[in-house]
């Protein structure tokens, strides 16, 4: 069975700073990761996906994530954060379990201090 | 990507009384659709899985008899929270899948607030 791990709770970074969200999983095979982030009292937005190929993903609103093999790491970054950045940032992982099944870690929250 | 649609996006239901909650997939057909509910400050975490057809399978710790699923056709799978008590108060997601799709596309959510 999959499973994700998101070590950090809360992150607080100062707006115009880089922002790194560590996220590990667990799965047998080549999993299916997913960055998502979610505003209070809102659904679901899904910035990046790795499949396959290039370790370094690119996703919607400057944000990109790096794959580690290695370290079954997923990555998320952004060189300079701003104050709409504040949300809840979810890393999932994805797999074939009769249906595509989505399991997701327990969130990080982002505070952006001026 | 494909559309995902719940109604309603919230609901206020009495202690006792059921709610129906639907998840359409828009534009195109989920053999499989998945229920997620979202504590306060929490993850999301699966309640059950339904593909068209056949029996939900729920995760452990799942009232089956609390919580419906149906999922009769390939668009529209519904959730009935039956007998509802406070304690059923969360934000429920749904997800949908088709046999090709390689991610699950979700619905905005449900905010379910029982009184």
């Known amino acids: 069975a999959q499973s994700v791990t998101q070590p950090d709770i809360h992150i607080t970074v100062s707006e115009g700073a880089s922002l790194e969200l560590r996220c590990n999983y667990s799965y047998g095979a080549t999993p299916y990761l997913f960055w998502y982030v979610q505003s209070p009292g809102q659904g679901l937005q899904l910035l990046l996906k790795?499949?396959?190929?290039?370790?370094l993903v690119q996703g919607i609103k400057g944000f990109e994530a790096e794959f580690k093999r290695s370290q079954s790491s997923f990555t998320l970054r952004k060189p300079s954060v701003h104050w709409s950045d504040a949300a809840e940032y979810f890393c999932a992982v994805g797999a074939y379990t009769g249906g595509f099944k989505t399991i997701f870690g327990a969130g990080t929250r982002l505070f952006v201090k001026a | 990507g494909a559309v995902v649609s719940q109604h309603p996006s919230w609901v206020i239901c009495k202690s006792g009384t059921s709610v129906k909650i639907e998840c359409r997939s828009l534009?195109?057909?989920?053999?499989?659709m998945f229920w997620y509910r979202q504590f306060p400050k929490q993850s999301l975490m699966l309640m059950a899985t339904?593909?068209?057809?056949?029996?939900?399978?729920?995760e452990q710790g799942v009232e089956k008899d609390k919580f419906l699923i149906n999922h009769a056709s390939l668009t529209l799978s519904t959730l009935t929270v039956t007998s509802a008590h406070p304690e059923d108060s969360s934000f429920y997601i749904c997800s949908a899948t088709a046999e090709v799709n390689t991610e699950a596309f979700f619905g905005q959510g449900t905010r379910l607030t029982v009184v």
């Open positions: 534009d195109f057909q989920a053999t499989t």
């Open positions: 339904s593909n068209e057809g056949s029996k939900a399978t729920y």
């Open positions: 790795y499949f396959s190929g290039d370790t």
